[in-house]
Each structure stands twice: as C-alpha cells, then as structure tokens.
C-alpha cells in the first residue's frame, strides 16, 4: 500500500520523521519497501520569473528570455515552449540540476549560437505529469526564488508498505496510524463522526436478498450534488498515493477506500431503474466495469442489481453505466459488507484485482461501516454540496467483540520473553483489545477490526510485536549426549553417493524442468500429469523421464560449440501412481577427442552408457554379476542397441543409443547415448559392518583361453555365465573370473556365427592344478558352452 | 707364441673391441673350445706333473686376465648401447597426456549436502514427500482454507492425471507439507529439515517456475522463539562460515505459524558486492515462525502439549548468496559453461571436520 506522509499526518499526530516511521513500521510488521521523496530529485528547481522574451535570432521556434530566480539577476535562458512570455512565473532548473524527465544534467551552453544558462521546465521533464504543451505556469504570486517541490508540497516522503494477508486493518492508512499509536509513534486523532439531523428517508429503496454473501447493505441519498474535480489537496494525496484523481465523488471514495480501508461505490441515481438488491448474479449476466472491460457473471457471485440490471461486482468494482459523471446530481452512497471469502472467489473466478477486493477479501471492520458512510457522506456535502438522506439498512452486520481467554504465561512459553504482565496487558489496550477478568485467564475482547486475530498465540504476536522481537533471546537446542547422529536415510546416502561417483567419471550433473512439451513427452511413452495453468506449451506436462530436459540441453549445449556432453541428473519421474526417484545420464558427440596419442576422434555408443550405468550399479550396491542384460530398451532407444538391466523380475535400469527419431525431435545432431537407473527398484543395501573372514590363496592362479564359435542369437553374457558356471559339475570350484577378449566375425567364422575369445581364470584352493585337473575343467567349459550351441574354434 | 705375447695382444684386441658381437668372437678365439687361451689349458694335459705345477698357474693368470678384460669390456660396451638407447628414446613430455573429463556436482545439490551436513550435527533428519501434492496437505492442513488470501500468494500450478482418474492436484508450493507429513507420521520429539523442490507460477532473473526450498521443525516441549532463533544463528554461522552473521527479526505473516517472523540477514558491501555478515544493510532471506496450533492439531497432536517451530528459505537463494551466481534461471539451463565454473568437484564432500564450504 502507497500513502504519503501527509496523509498519514491527518490521523496520526507525531514529531516523528520519515526515516523513525519507516523503522518502526518494519519493527511492527508492516514491511516498508520503499520510502520515496519526489522533491529529493527536484531539490535544484527554483520559482523563477520571466522578465523578457525576445525571438530567438536564429530559430523560429526558440525565444531568448531572461530570468529572475530570485536573486534579482536577469539571467538568460534560451526556451521552446509556446507558452513562454514576460512576466510567467515557472520552474527554473540551473547549471548542474538532473532534469529527471529527460535524464540530463543541465550545463551552461550555446543553444544555436546563443548562451542559455538553464531551463525553464514543463510538468513532464519535472516528472509531474504528462503535460508538455508548455512551461509550467505558476500562479503569478507564487514566491519567486523558493524551492519548487517545497512550495508546491511535493516534500512528502511516501510510504510503499508490503500488507500481509492478516493485517485487514492495516489496507487504511488510518489502521497504520493506529498501530504506529500503539507502537509509541505519536497519538491517533479521534475521528469526529458527523450526524445528520433532520434528514429525508432515503428515496432509493435497498434490499439484501443474498445475506450469506451480502449480510448488510447500508445507503445514504444524496440530492442536488455538483461534481467537479475535487480539491488540490485531495487530488495531490490520490496521486502521491499512486492514484488518478477523476472528479470530486470518485476520489472521495478513493479517499475512504486508501485512507480508512472502506470501499464504497457512489451510484448516480438518475440511471437507476427502481431500487437496488444485493443478491446473486443469475447465470449469463454481465456487466461493464469501470474497467472497460465486460464480465459475464455466475451465481457464484454477489452482485448489486436495480430492477433492470447489474450495476456492481459487490465489493469489487463497479459498473460503467450508473457511475457518475460531471452531469450527476443526485448520488447513492454504498457501503455495504461483503463476505470477505466470497470476494475472493469471484475476484480470482474474474481475474479482477481491485483496490476494493484487496480489502473486502481481507475482512473490513464491521463497526466501521455507518461511520465511514457518515463521514463520506459530510465530505460530499462539504466537496459537492447537496442534501444527504437518513441511512438506510439491509440486511445485519456481525457483531464484533469476540472473547479470548488469555495466560499471560503463554508470552513467556511460546515466545520464550519475560514480559511483566501489566506490560502485555497495556500493548494489548493500546492495540484496541479490551482486556477484563482480575486474573488469569484474562478475557481479551478482539477489536471489531482484528478478525485474525483468533486464539490466544495470535495475542502473544500482539504483544511480542510492540514489546519488539528483536528482545527475544537466542536459547539453544538442547543437544543429546555424544557424537552427532547419523540422519540420512539408505535412499539419500545412494543418491549422494551415486552423483559423486558420476562427477568423478567425468559427468556434469544437471537440474532440468520437472515439466516438459506434451511433444517432448510422448517421444518418452507419454506423460501422467498435465498442468492446467502451464506457463507455456514448453512447461505443459510432468516429465516420464529425465531425458527428455537432459536431450534439450544436449542440444543448447552443442549449438553452443560443446563437442562432447556429459550429462546426469537425479530427480523424479513423475507417473500416474507415484513420483519415482530416477537417475540419468547422457553421453552425446565426442566420447573421446581427437588425439595425437589415439588419433580420430570416437562417438559416444551404447557401451560407454553400459560402463557408466554398471559403474553405478556397481556403487549402489546391486549385484552386478547377476543381472540380466535384455533387449531392448524403451521404444525412445535405439531397437537394436538398447538393453533393459533386469534383476529377477526388477528392471533396475536401461540404457541404449537414443532412437535417431527422438534425436530429430529433440534437435540433437550428434550420436548419444542415455540410461535411466530406477533407483526405487535397487535392491536395498545391506549394511554390513564386519566383512567376511579372508583367507587369500596361496596357490598361484592359472589363465586359459578358450575360442567359441558361437550361433549369433546366443548372448555373450549367456555364454560367459555358462563358462563361469561350468565348475559346478567338478567337486571343487575353480573358475575365478571369465572375460571376453575378443569378439570375430567375417572370413573363417561360418555365416551366422561369431567366434568369441574367453579368458578364463581358475584360482585352486588346496593344491595347485593337475594337468589331468586342468583337463577336466576345461572339458566342463567346453561342455558348458556347448549346451547354447557353442563349439571350440579348431 | 708366449703367453705374455698372446695376453698383449689379446687385451689390446679386446680393447679396440666396439661391439658386443666382436668381443663375443674375440671370447671365441680366446675361451672358446679351440681358443688360442683354451689351446694353453689344453696342452697342460700333457705336461708331467712338475711341469704342470710350474705352468699351470701362469695359464690361468692369463685366461683369468682375458676373462676378466672381456667382462670388463662388455660391462662398458653394454652401459655404452643403453645410454645411446636411451639417448635416442627422448620424448618431448610438454605434449599433452590423456585427459579424463572433469565432471560437476550442481550447485544446489552441495548446497544440500552442506544443509545435510549442518543440521545432523544439530540433530535434524532429512524429511521428503511428493512434488505433487494434494490441497489438504498443501494448504488445509497448512491453516490455509480454500478462500484464504494467502493462496492467491502462491501462484500455484494445478495438476490433472491424464487419464482422467483421481482429483486435481497441485504442485506443492513450499515444502510445508513435508512439515504435515511427518507430523502425522512419527511421534515427537521431531526434528527435520525437508529439502526439495517447489513450484511456483512466476518467472524472471530471481524467480524460476521451479526451485528448490528448505524447510526446518521442530516440535518438541518447551520449544519457543528463542530457540528459533539460536537454530537459525547458528545454522547461517555454520553455512556461511562466519561468525558476524547478525539477525533481524520481523513480524510477519504466515498462515502456518503465529507468531510468524521473518529474518532478514545482515551485509556488507565488499568491491561493490553484498557479502553476508555484517550490518551495512538487511536482505530477507528466511520466513519462520512458532507452528500455529491448529496446525500441530490438524496432525493429529495436541497443541496443549507440542509446540515447536518451522522455518523456510529458498536453497538456489542460499548458494547464489554463498556463491555468487546471480541468475537464478541459469541453474536450470545444463549450460556445461556454466557447470564448469560454478560445479563442485565431486571430492568437494561437506563434512564438519573439512568444513562444509567448498
């Protein structure tokens, strides 16, 4: 909320400076965001007469003047302005002054050969409006020499507070005075409501005939008004408050609205047909706003009606047709009282933001109602002239004054502050909360302007707010005994484990949108979850997997002149039952690059991915060596060169060349390569302490290898699983380990066939290996891969 | 021949020996079965035994002198070829060796392991729960009804399953309702801090649609303000890593807490940049407060008996004003420019012993 100080000076009465009142909002809670004073720029601007113009010798459209800025010098200054004459008395800017509307700093200089020693400024360079058809023109007695903004009250400092929700007594400038009075901060004046003896009934009949969204509707008539534009004074208060004065009634509804935190709507009777409902809008209707803007309304909503049609969103803004106008003469004053979470819900059905939803959606003060109605009435009167009605009244207001039952202990347990409770109770009083009952507990009365304000720790903020927060002692945590305990959970510690394993291997860990394009996602199977307020077609769905963002920056990343990206991420892939906490990587162009050592440059493939995702398996604890390479992959890989890892019944990962046409989609011109590990369905970690007993052997190991010719559809995992399987038909084991180290195909290997090499290691355990032991095994190595088709290569 | 003759001139011929296969053949003709020095040996066979003692050992003082230069001789012919070897095996080392990609932690997972790192110490697990949460635990059970103004606050993105099944749903807005979680789901004494991500509908240099929060609880007997604030202390103390961090606290307003505050963190302005720690001016960086009742009592607790306290702040705000990045936006981006001058090592673990700023 914008308010200058001089507004905040008609309620609260203190020597206090801007700066002191600035602190103490924020101490209290009212988070200043800014405190601004126009006359800071404009200090350099004096009132300044013109004694001479004379046309500029040199262009038509110029005029040499001399000026008096008050030190009885004629000064001369080179002018454009039309309305530039001997005797205007207007704002002077010097050598050295920054003209804030045209972001200069003025020197002197020849201006088409004639010396200007300033300038005389119009209302826009000065920022004070859009005027720019001339000079400022001051009344002729304005005090030639003073400071400009001083003369013209522009020395005022304004306020721009940050209102939390809560604080529906703070959205007028008077509820801040009176919590800046009860701060200590000066004293707030008694608002001196007016009465009205004598007065006619009101000839506008009201009526509420929707009490749950509209429980009271009180009016004023007003007859025989005139409006013009309002005051100087009222319409300088609007505008430094952030408002357009638009004539006499409007701003005075400004001025309750922003001064006193109570909306009202002025009707001009003359266009009303009959009396005015509040009641629901019937489905269909509509109404044009003030806002220009046509709104087609449901009976979800409050509206105030005559007997023909809608004229008001109550409590949010009124309609165009029966507002005033300088043609209006006789007015209906509204203050009503709105249900403040019906307003929410058709300002947000609406998407309407108004100065009057601000406040009814906070709550306005019910016992301000007929006040504020009286004083807005005697201000039209006063502004206007005109005869006001007697009140009228629909409907019931609530009655405020709700009990609290207060301990004053509780300050002291919940805030962990001794506060004397004489002291609480007076922060209480002063707040406006009527405190009875000898001891505790005390019975608080809530002000009818605190509806927040409902159990008793709301009252210990009370009291810690004025008594200052900043007293609250730091007291620390109890500690437990010992050494900090260990708190991460197995699932935690893998995902930390597993990105430092990924970082050391040369992976650069991303963090992309959990949301994707509805394209990008059916490359991926589809999405689950589609936002419905998305903040572009780009941001739409929930990601099914991490590549897709990973497959973007790939591309950014490579337009960007990277040869090689390497990429993981862990977060959530979000499906239709569950979030499913996920790692991914990506490897894309230039696994290696060229090299003077190695030569040309090598692509990512499919096993570089395997490597990473084993590496991390292996990290994680999975039992590597059992699991099961399937092919292939989800359809985004390539078909031929993806596989699935598969443990018993669990895929704990795929990884694959991505599929060429979801690298087209993704713009992605470089081969790349992905996985995706699904960390939910790793087998857990067991954590073991103690290891095993270890006993290495003493015997030496022996190497053999063995060439297969082996049929193509044959795996070479399954072979290699057979060979290492082999010894369980020997009485004793003997096969250590079993790796492929060569792999052949082409001239001598038969059509179908592929000759792998196994080098087979068997580490004995007892004695060393017989020849005839030796013979034995490798015959049940050979018999072993002959079960999947496999012969030994001649 | 005499031996002394043949010894001359056998020394000298191995002398002038230049390589190891002209020694190897003077070894031949030497020692060899009919070499010249073998021939001498031999003819001691013939000799009657007088002689033979007389000879004999002037024979072997010249096979042992021959024998003995033609070691010699190779020992240096050999040291010779290696060092011309390795004279001719210099490699120029400045070529570069093989490199081994770098590789990164992000950032805000660091930043995490660093909040990790200083809360255990103080005693605090490390809750989670869904990203797409529903309103009850989102809102509701927040002390945030349907018709609050505060939700208007939170620009929240709403979600639908595509199939048409179960409610709308929304992206969780902080990470409060790990706070409701874990109330209902464990017994107090609680203490947790929930990292995670969060959406938001909003976007531009500070504000990201998603970005990662932390949140703090504690729910206990006897917890008040004051030690809300000593955690707090001491959390920035240790996260920052100095010991002039100054609060300020403010009254505030959250619907899930009363009295609710905000804490601003004291800066000092060093070449023209804010430095967390000292006084020169206050940003905002953490919204806190003692957990409203009818929170503790939407749990399941009773208010009468737990009390407690929750705080929250932005974990990307965190590392940008750790470590000096000042687009939020880039955090999102995977620009591998960006990782490499703004990542962590993966060795750059956080621990207390270490520190837990890299």
């Known amino acids: 909320m914008k308010f200058p100080l001089s507004w905040l000076k008609r309620y609260l009465e203190t020597e206090a400076d801007a700066p002191a009142i600035a602190e103490a909002l924020t101490r209290l809670g009212l988070e200043v965001e800014s405190v601004t004073n126009a006359a800071e720029a404009l200090a350099p601007f004096v009132i300044a007469r013109v004694l001479t113009a004379a046309p500029h010798p040199q262009a038509d459209k110029l005029q040499v003047l001399t000026v008096d800025r008050g030190d009885g010098q004629a000064l001369q200054v080179v002018c454009g302005a039309p309305n530039a004459r001997a005797g205007l008395v207007g704002v002077f800017g010097p050598p050295g002054a920054h003209v804030p509307g045209l972001g200069v700093t003025l020197k002197v200089a020849a201006i088409r050969g004639v010396e200007s020693n300033g300038m005389m400024c119009s209302a826009r360079e000065l920022q004070l409006g859009e005027d720019h058809d001339g000079i400022l023109d001051l009344p002729a007695d304005a005090p030639v020499g003073e400071i400009y903004a001083d003369w013209a009250g522009l020395n005022d400092p304004v306020f721009d507070v940050a209102i939390t929700p809560n604080r529906q007594d703070c959205m007028g400038v008077y509820g801040i005075a009176r919590d800046l009075a009860a701060a200590g901060i000066g004293t707030l004046r008694a608002l001196d409501i007016p009465t009205f003896a004598d007065a006619a009934p009101c000839p506008v009949a009201i009526a509420t005939a929707d009490p749950e969204g509209c429980p009271a509707f009180l009016a004023r008539h007003v007859r025989g008004v005139q409006n013009g534009p309002s005051p100087d004074w009222l319409q300088a208060l609007l505008v430094k408050a952030g408002l357009r004065p638009i004539s006499a009634l409007v701003d005075i509804t400004n001025y309750f609205t922003i001064g006193h935190g109570r909306p009202l709507h002025v009707y001009d009777v003359a266009k009303l047909t009959g009396g005015l409902t509040a009641r629901r809008a019937v489905d269909g209707e509509s109404l044009l706003a003030l806002n220009g803007k046509t709104y087609t309304l449901d009976p979800s909503m409050t509206v105030i009606a005559d007997d023909a049609h809608v004229h008001d969103i109550g409590g949010i803004m009124g309609g165009a047709e029966s507002g005033v106008s300088p043609e209006t003469t006789d007015v209906l004053i509204e203050a009503a009282y709105f249900a403040a979470e019906r307003i929410g819900a058709t300002g947000r059905a609406l998407g309407i933001s108004s100065d009057a939803r601000a406040r009814f959606e906070r709550g306005v003060d019910p016992a301000f109602v007929a006040p504020g109605l009286d004083l807005a009435a005697a201000m039209i009167v006063a502004l206007c002239g005109g005869q006001v009605s007697a009140m009228a009244q629909a409907g019931e207001l609530p009655v405020p004054g709700k009990l609290l039952a207060f301990d004053p202990q509780q300050t002291r347990t919940l805030a962990g502050i001794d506060v004397p409770v004489t002291e609480q109770l007076a922060h209480l009083a002063r707040l406006g909360f009527a405190v009875s009952g000898e001891a505790k507990p005390y019975a608080v009365a809530i002000p009818s302007w605190r509806r927040d304000v409902d159990g008793s720790a709301d009252l210990v903020e009370e009291i810690v707010r004025l008594h200052g927060l900043d007293r609250v002692e730091s007291v620390a945590l109890p500690r437990r005994e010992g050494v900090a305990q260990a708190t991460a959970t197995p699932r935690q510690l893998l995902e930390r484990r597993l990105k430092r394993l990924l970082a050391a291997r040369g992976l650069d860990e991303a963090i992309t949108w959990s949301f994707i394009s509805e394209a990008e996602a059916a490359c991926f199977g589809g999405h689950a979850w589609r936002l419905e307020n998305p903040l572009s077609a780009e941001l739409a769905v929930m990601r099914p997997s991490l590549l897709p963002g990973m497959l973007a920056a790939t591309a950014r990343n490579t337009a960007r002149g990277a040869a090689s990206v390497r990429l993981f991420q862990a977060g959530r892939r979000y499906l239709a039952e569950s979030e499913r906490p996920t790692l991914a990587l990506l490897l894309a162009g230039e696994m290696r690059a060229r090299d003077w050592q190695t030569g040309k440059a090598r692509s990512v493939d499919a096993f570089d991915a395997k490597a990473e995702v084993l590496a991390a398996l292996e990290a994680a604890g999975a039992p590597v060596e059992r699991l099961q390479t399937v092919q292939p992959a989800s359809a985004h890989y390539h078909p031929g060169r993806s596989a699935k890892l598969v443990l018993g019944k669990a895929v704990l990962a795929e990884f694959g060349e991505l599929h060429p046409t979801v690298l087209r989609t993704f713009d992605v011109g470089v081969p790349a390569a992905g996985a995706e590990i699904f960390l939910d369905a790793l087998p857990e970690r067991r954590s073991k302490r103690a290891r095993a007993a270890f006993a290495p052997s003493a015997l030496q190991p022996v190497s053999r290898d063995f060439a297969f010719l082996v049929p193509t559809s044959v795996a070479a995992e399954a072979l290699l699983r057979a060979v290492k399987g082999a010894d369980k038909t020997l009485d004793k084991a003997l096969i250590a380990d079993a790796r492929v180290f060569d792999r052949f195909a082409g001239a001598g290997v038969p059509e179908g066939q592929v000759s792998l090499a196994i080098a087979v290691t068997l580490q004995p355990a007892e004695r060393t290996l017989t020849d005839a032991g030796l013979e034995a095994v490798a015959k049940a190595i050979v018999a072993a891969a002959g079960k999947l088709g496999a012969t030994l290569r001649g | ?358």
Not at chain 2, 187 to 208: E, F, L, M, Q
Not at chain 2, 250 to 268: C, H, I, L, N
Request: hydrophobic content about 45%; glycine content about 8%; charged content about 25%.
């Open chain 2, 1 to 358: 021949m005499t031996t002394d003759a043949l010894r001359a001139d056998l020394l000298a011929a191995i002398d002038s020996a230049t390589t190891l296969e002209a020694l190897e053949a003077l070894r031949v003709t030497a020692l060899g079965k009919s070499g010249s020095v073998t021939l001498f040996m031999k003819s001691l066979g013939g000799m009657d035994a007088e002689a033979r003692l007389l000879i004999a050992p002037v024979f072997q003082a010249l096979r042992e002198a021959v024998a003995t230069a033609i070691e010699a001789k190779k020992t240096a012919l050999e040291a010779a070829a290696l060092a011309a070897r390795l004279a001719s095996e210099q490699i120029d080392l400045s070529l570069p060796a093989a490199q081994s990609p770098r590789g990164s932690v992000h950032p805000i997972s660091q930043v995490m392991d660093e909040l990790s790192e200083i809360f255990a110490d103080l005693g605090f697990a490390v809750a989670e729960g869904p990203e797409i949460e529903d309103d009850w635990h989102n809102f509701t059970a927040l002390n945030i009804p349907p018709e609050h103004p505060a939700r208007a606050m939170h620009d929240t993105f709403y979600v639908r399953r595509e199939d048409g099944e179960g409610e709308r749903m929304v992206l969780r807005t902080h990470t409060s309702p790990v706070q409701i979680r874990t109330m209902m789901g464990q017994k107090p004494p609680i203490r947790i801090i929930a990292p995670g991500r969060v959406y938001r509908s909003d976007s531009d240099a500070t504000h990201t649609p998603m970005f990662h929060q932390i949140e703090g609880m504690v729910i206990d007997r006897g917890i008040h303000l004051g030690h809300l604030k000593w955690t707090l202390e001491t959390f920035l103390k240790a996260f920052f890593e100095r010991d002039d961090i100054q609060l300020r606290l403010r009254p505030s307003y959250f619907p899930f807490t009363e009295p609710s505050v905000e804490v601003d963190v004291g800066y000092s302005i060093v070449n023209g940049s804010r430095v967390i720690g000292g006084a020169d001016g206050w940003m905002e960086v953490l919204g806190s407060g003692m957990v409203h009742p009818r929170v503790i009592a939407n749990c399941g607790l009773d208010p009468a008996e737990w009390q407690g306290f929750a705080f929250g702040t932005g974990v990307d705000r965190l590392a940008m004003l750790k470590y000096g990045m000042d687009d939020l936006r880039a955090f999102f981006d995977a620009d591998f420019r960006w990782q490499r001058h703004y990542g962590f090592s993966a060795l750059d673990v956080p621990t207390l012993s270490g520190g837990v700023g890299a």
